[in-house]
């Protein structure tokens, strides 16, 4: 007779948890075995029996049925160790068994089940690089249902969900995952259950940072055969990627990026799972997929892989990433606060950042306080930005418009603040606005673009976050809605007369920025406007955030509507922006320029070729040539050569990387007319 003890242990494989580890029909096998009588008990001790199913003897313990030993040797899943587990589960527990624990085990509750998963422990069992892996994609949404003796968790990278049994484990946690992905997807399965329970999770970093320290990365040292396998992918996702996105290209980028060669690049195994989940959005015809977000992934990280292999060590140190940005102690600083922002990423990110500017060198710094997607659900960004002590001085809503002086402070390279214990500021002036010289104002919207590139860089240097600047427009426009790109346009002008277009983005926490800035500069409007800079597809996005004028400041996406009273209460904001604009004047978006267009049009020559397959590049050869003969007109002729060359897949990443570049460098001013 088996223990009790046994069988406690593998209730919680039910003919789902069966079918997870094997397939619906190998289960509906064993269970035609166990009722033939083909299945018998040939000894049993606690915590452990030997039985045989259908002439082949299973060794079977309470680790579970992948644990198990059979016979007929098989390397999957067999129907001898599931017609065992079936078996066991059947027997009656008998007096004395009965006496040990209850016959039928007791439904734990999820969040007890998922008690028993430590982070910290999950951490170890994953490994370095998996567990990177896990925290970027536990972040992403997430179906997680909970059953009597497991919690299912359905992740965007697998058809069948993954499932937590109770009692079993990190090693029995099942799913259908490739062997390579499954203990990233696993870890990332538990921690999104956990979040969704209200358990802690440790917290990847939300964009922007969100004050965490650093976490050093172990010294790197060039591999030449990984790094030359990695280039073989890439070529492969360039050859086929965009094309065919077959599953084993998909899996083998996965697995290069948690192998224990990819703890030492950090950013590299980044950008290779995010080329893997694009190519899976492919085959999947996904309305996610973007065509341009794989070239650009994949050309960068195929110049990432060579520029690594390059010998020059003081690039390679500077190229392999960090686990975390990295902090440092910073001198003591003498700020203005310019204001802030609300702020929430698609992923479930949310936080607030304040912007602050040394008034002697012009140089852009910003703290946030911030949570990871689905953590802390009592913080609420807005109560934080007015109520949250930072720096043991005041909130964010008061440091943010205020000339401080800040000590003990840690910085990143890219500006952001942290907030260790030993940071102290001190509030020189509680209201401080910018002055009207200081350096790096914008008058000249031209201008913007050297500031953009000035703070985010260009290629494999690129920042992650936008830029921030005040800008002294000449004069303003009324602002109107865009219906067609669901945008608020903000016209401004500078002082040569050129129009450009402030951007806010119809959702939320913009749909208050686009109340307040209405309500704001609707009647005429003067001052500086802190805006945020941003790069997109067809060029730069620049969006306001902070508008400091005679009155006080107002921050956009922080602004609390007065209460209004009467027929003004019923009349949204958008029925009054369309009534005003009926007698105002008409702008619209003046189109790139000539260079612009042709960058443009080459990548996207680019992207139609990898779309089409090797079977129908040659269909194409034409526009190839005709694009480098323009791209040779417009003065380009290094890019012009690289197009020319760019016959094989890897010479193809070499001419999207530097095309890319060149568009980086020209990236287009949102000008009216």
């Not at 999770?201 to 969100?210: G, H, L, R, W």
């Not at 912007?355 to 060198?361: I, M």
């Not at 002086?405 to 942290?418: H, P, T, W």
């Not at 669901?486 to 208050?512: F, K, N, R, Y």
Request: aromatic share 6%; glycine share 8%.
């Amino acid at each position: 007779m088996t223990g009790a003890d046994l069988r406690e242990s593998l209730v919680a494989y039910d003919d789902t948890a069966l079918a997870a580890l094997a397939n619906p029909g190998l289960v509906r096998r064993a269970h035609r075995d166990v009722d033939e009588g083909k299945v018998r008990l040939v000894s049993g001790s606690p915590g452990k029996a030997e039985v045989e199913a259908d002439g082949h003897l299973v060794i079977l313990d309470m680790r579970g049925p992948g644990a198990a030993q059979c016979a007929c040797k098989s390397t999957a899943m067999c129907r001898h160790r599931i017609a065992a587990v079936l078996f066991v589960l059947a027997q009656p527990a008998g007096e004395a068994a009965s006496e040990e624990a209850p016959a039928e085990a007791t439904a734990a509750e999820p969040e007890d089940l998922l008690a028993a998963f430590d982070p910290a422990a999950l951490a170890r069992w994953a490994g370095k690089a998996s567990w990177r892996a896990a925290l970027e994609m536990a972040g992403d949404p997430a179906t997680v249902t909970s059953q009597p003796n497991a919690v299912a968790v359905e992740l965007p990278g697998l058809e069948d969900p993954v499932l937590i049994l109770r009692g079993q484990g990190f090693d029995g946690v099942i799913s259908k995952a490739p062997k390579a992905q499954r203990k990233a997807l696993h870890a990332a399965a538990v921690l999104a259950a956990r979040r969704h329970f209200g358990l802690a999770t440790p917290d990847a970093e939300p964009e922007p940072d969100a004050n965490a320290p650093a976490d050093a990365v172990a010294a790197f040292v060039p591999d030449p055969a990984f790094l030359a396998g990695i280039a073989r992918a890439l070529g492969e996702v360039a050859a086929l990627g965009f094309n065919l996105a077959p599953v084993p290209l998909e899996e083998s980028l996965f697995e290069l990026s948690v192998s224990s060669r990819a703890d030492a690049l950090p950013r590299l195994a980044a950008m290779l799972r995010t080329i893997a989940a694009q190519i899976r959005l492919r085959r999947q015809r996904a309305l996610s997929f973007d065509p341009d977000t794989l070239l650009e992934q994949t050309a960068t990280a195929f110049a990432l892989a060579r520029a690594l292999g390059s010998g020059n060590a003081d690039r390679q140190a500077a190229l392999v990433g960090q686990v975390r940005r990295s902090f440092a102690p910073a001198a003591p600083l003498d700020l203005i606060g310019c204001g802030g922002e609300r702020w929430r990423t698609a992923t479930g990110a949310r936080g607030v950042t304040a912007w602050f500017v040394e008034p002697d060198s012009g140089r852009w710094l910003s703290t946030s306080l911030a949570r990871g997607p689905g953590q802390d659900p009592q913080f609420m960004p807005g109560e934080a930005w007015r109520y949250q002590s930072v720096w043991q001085a005041a909130p964010l809503a008061t440091l943010a418009h205020a000339r401080l002086a800040l000590e003990g402070a840690n910085m990143s390279v890219d500006g952001r603040l942290s907030a260790p214990a030993a940071a102290r500021a001190t509030v020189v002036e509680p209201f401080a606005k910018p002055p009207a010289d200081l350096p790096g104002t914008v008058r000249q919207w031209t201008d913007l673009r050297g500031v953009h590139q000035a703070q985010s860089g260009l290629g494999l240097d690129a920042g992650r976050g936008p830029a921030a600047c005040l800008i002294a427009p000449a004069q303003t426009a009324a602002p109107y809605f865009d219906d067609f790109a669901q945008q608020l346009i903000w016209p401004v002008l500078d002082e040569t007369g050129a129009w450009l277009a402030l951007t806010v983005d119809h959702d939320d926490p913009a749909a208050t920025a686009i109340e307040a800035l209405e309500t704001a500069v609707t009647h005429g409007w003067r001052g500086l406007v802190l805006v945020k800079i941003s790069r997109e597809r067809q060029g730069l996005a620049v969006t306001p955030l902070t508008l400091i004028g005679d009155g006080s400041p107002v921050d956009l996406t922080l602004w609390q509507p007065p209460a209004r009273k009467g027929a003004g209460v019923a009349q949204g904001w958008l029925a009054r922006l369309r009534q005003r604009r009926a007698g105002s004047r008409t702008f619209t978006r003046l189109p790139r320029d000539g260079t612009q267009a042709a960058l443009d049009a080459v990548w996207q020559h680019l992207i139609d070729r990898l779309e089409a397959g090797p079977g129908l590049q040659a269909m194409l050869e034409g526009a190839r040539a005709a694009h480098a003969e323009r791209l040779d007109a417009f003065g380009l002729p290094v890019l012009a050569d690289l197009l020319r060359k760019a016959e094989s897949a890897e010479a193809m990443l070499v001419a999207a990387y530097a095309l890319m570049v060149a568009r980086q460098q020209r990236s287009a001013i949102p000008l009216l007319g």
